[in-house]
């Protein structure tokens, strides 16, 4: 068999960033080679079904070996990388059995990744990390979880009389821009129930995350000489940070955790003409997202009775808590409990600070936990991925499908 290692270091080799300002499907035709890759791979493993659609969906199948039927389950990864920072010519670090102190990944930049400031990582000593080289992202997020399943496919079909009901797969593009699953096909899938393997620290099992807007505001100001403005200007950039100043501090991401919310200023750009501001909205709780909302839209009527009406807010639902489709079929999150278990696991149940795939698949009807992939730190250069961890979310994989095998 070919090692997992082997697998995700050639999958990050391919750079498959989306694009947020891109209308295309996928957004970036980029992440269509490693999904075209996937497809060969699956092919010469046997999975003769294994297909890339016009969006740049893949899928396949593996057909159950039981004598009796059993739920099809589904195990789904994102090939697309964010595009918060470069993920194109990733060259991986291998720091084997890593001794706890301080791994430096950039000599030139003096980069550092620092154990005293991220010290989750000290999970993993004695282990082998996988790191950047303080240029790119790693891709762990979700490459890791796209090699896990490639393997845990491969070892099935190498070994036929492990028993399994049928076994769905699907790779989404698009995922880290909102649009991971706006044409999937749930049906096409074919599977009863399914697990994205899009987590992060190992034994991570979510079935909960945010509720999700996005708040994009227009600026229109009024340009005036300055030597001449008094009582004429109207400052867009001024206006925009005194719209911002208007929100809780207390509620923005870094000071944020747990079940908190938050409202994320993402984008400013303007001149005293005009200017946009973009926010992100986050809440688990349904009520307090509706009212971060309202608040927010308060926050732009005052700044329009106080100037005139200048301001302009598209404010748009992104995706909902996907606690409400899940808990009906609790028993998804207890057989990726007893899954871990088996692998000598400690699950921990945990909401995630974000969405994913499965958040919008759950309401497409195919309830969809996520569970671990491995990796920490996504989507800067401080990423790193244990190895060990990719390589126990594969046997919870197959521990899942031999649970599922014996309903």
């Known amino acids: 068999m070919e090692s997992i290692l082997n697998k995700f270091l050639r999958y990050i080799s391919f750079d498959t960033a989306s694009d947020p300002n891109s209308e295309t499907q996928p957004s970036t035709q980029k992440q269509l080679a490693l999904s075209m890759q996937l497809v060969k791979e699956l092919h010469e493993m046997g999975l003769s079904n294994a297909r890339l659609d016009e969006y740049g969906y893949v899928m396949a199948s593996i057909p159950s070996n039981l004598d009796h039927k059993v739920p099809a389950i589904g195990f789904i990864a994102h090939v697309d990388t964010a595009p918060d920072a470069s993920g194109a010519n990733i060259r991986p670090q291998i720091i084997q059995k890593w001794d706890g102190s301080p791994i430096l990944i950039n000599k030139e930049k003096n980069l550092f990744l620092d154990p005293a400031e991220f010290p989750e990582m000290l999970l993993y000593k004695g282990q082998t990390i996988i790191t950047t080289d303080g240029t790119t992202l790693l891709g762990a997020d979700d490459k890791a979880g796209v090699a896990a399943i490639m393997y845990a496919v491969q070892y099935l079909m ?26 999937f096909d749930v049906k096409a899938l074919g599977a009863e129930y399914a697990y994205t393997l899009d987590g992060s620290r190992i034994g991570e099992i979510e079935y909960e995350n945010f509720n999700a807007a996005s708040a994009k505001i227009h600026i229109q100001g009024r340009n005036i000489h300055p030597g001449y403005a008094k009582n004429k200007m109207l400052n867009a950039i001024l206006i925009g940070m005194e719209l911002n100043a208007l929100l809780p501090v207390a509620e923005r991401p870094e000071y944020t955790d747990h079940y908190e919310g938050f409202y994320h200023l993402i984008n400013f750009n303007g001149t005293v003409e005009e200017a946009s501001v973009q926010y992100i909205i986050r809440d688990h709780d349904t009520v307090k997202f509706e009212q971060k909302k309202a608040f927010l839209t308060k926050c732009v009527s005052h700044i329009n009775d106080k100037y005139g009406n200048i301001l302009t807010l598209e404010l748009k639902d992104q995706y909902h808590n996907m606690r409400k489709q899940v808990e009906p079929h609790y028993h998804v999150v207890e057989k990726a409990v007893q899954a871990m278990e088996m692998a000598g696991i400690t699950p921990i149940i945990k909401p995630i600070r974000g969405g994913t795939d499965g958040a919008r698949l759950s309401f497409m009807g195919l309830p969809c936990p996520n569970i671990f992939a491995g990796g920490h730190n996504f989507h800067g250069k401080f990423e790193y991925l244990p190895l060990e961890s990719m390589e126990k979310a594969a046997e919870v994989m197959l521990n899942l499908v031999g649970l599922y095998a014996t309903l």
């Not at 009901?165 to 880290?176: M, N």
């Open 158 to 183: 190498l070994n036929p009389k492990f028993p399994h009901g049928d076994i769905q797969i699907g790779f989404t593009p698009d995922e880290e821009i909102g649009r991971g699953v706006d044409k």
